[in-house]
């Protein structure tokens, strides 16, 4: 039982990693807009995802333009967009793999062997797709960064992280740990020693006695 409800912990947490991977990938604040320096303009909030860029204003409108042209996009955002979905459809064949490997559903009872693979495969399955989000939200922080420091970019064209590149790190965490679980709740199979051969018994005496 101990083993069941670790590996129903694994699959709740990659579950909820792979949720969060698909909102982070949709939400366009993966960079919101640096109000350092002097003469920053409050009024408006500027912000932007994989998939487009908004403006805020303090009434509370909000205008979006999505990115029409694919190759116009520099090479970190389309492999940031890339990794995401790679990751995404890694973690649905990671559930269907993992669901048929659970030890609460009847898939595969007659053949334990075969089901405790199937749970090993989705774990792993799960850790590709932590390690896909990880790298895309690493790589586009460090694009961040890169472009916050440089001394060429201007003071109002500076960028910082957002809550959508947060989620992503959460997400890619989960998954990560969740595929870890899922590979390490299989009991290992218990080591088999050869059976003892007893030892032969001793002739019994004659019952005559030399002197």
């Not at 669901?99 to 609460?104: A, P, R, S, Y």
């Not at 009847?106 to 062997?113: I, S």
């Not at 896909?132 to 440089?150: K, M, P, S």
Request: glycine share 10%; net charge positive.
């Amino acid at each position: 039982m101990a083993n069941a409800g670790l590996q129903l912990l694994g699959f709740i947490l990659a579950f909820l990693g792979w949720i969060g991977a698909i909102v982070s990938t949709a939400l366009p604040q993966w960079r919101i807009y640096s109000y350092a320096g002097d003469n920053i303009v409050t009024a408006q909030a500027m912000y932007e995802g994989l998939w487009m860029s908004c403006v805020s204003q303090s009434t509370g409108q909000i205008q979006c333009k999505v990115f029409d042209s694919l190759l116009n996009l520099s090479s970190t955002l389309q492999a940031t967009r890339a990794l995401m979905v790679v990751g995404i459809l890694l973690g649905v064949i990671a559930i269907f793999v993992a669901t048929v490997g659970m030890k609460c559903m009847k898939c595969l009872e007659d053949d334990e062997v075969q089901k405790m693979r199937m749970a090993v495969i989705g774990g792993v399955i799960f850790l590709l797709a932590g390690l896909a989000i990880l790298v895309a939200t690493a790589w586009y922080g460090n694009r961040i960064v890169q472009e916050f420091y440089d001394p060429m970019t201007p003071v109002n064209a500076r960028y910082e992280f957002g809550q959508a590149l947060f989620t992503g790190w959460a997400a890619a965490s989960l998954c990560l740990l969740g595929g870890a679980l899922l590979c390490c709740s299989c009991p290992r199979k218990a080591t088999s020693y050869p059976t003892p051969r007893p030892y032969p018994k001793p002739a019994p005496s004659s019952g005559k006695d030399y002197v």
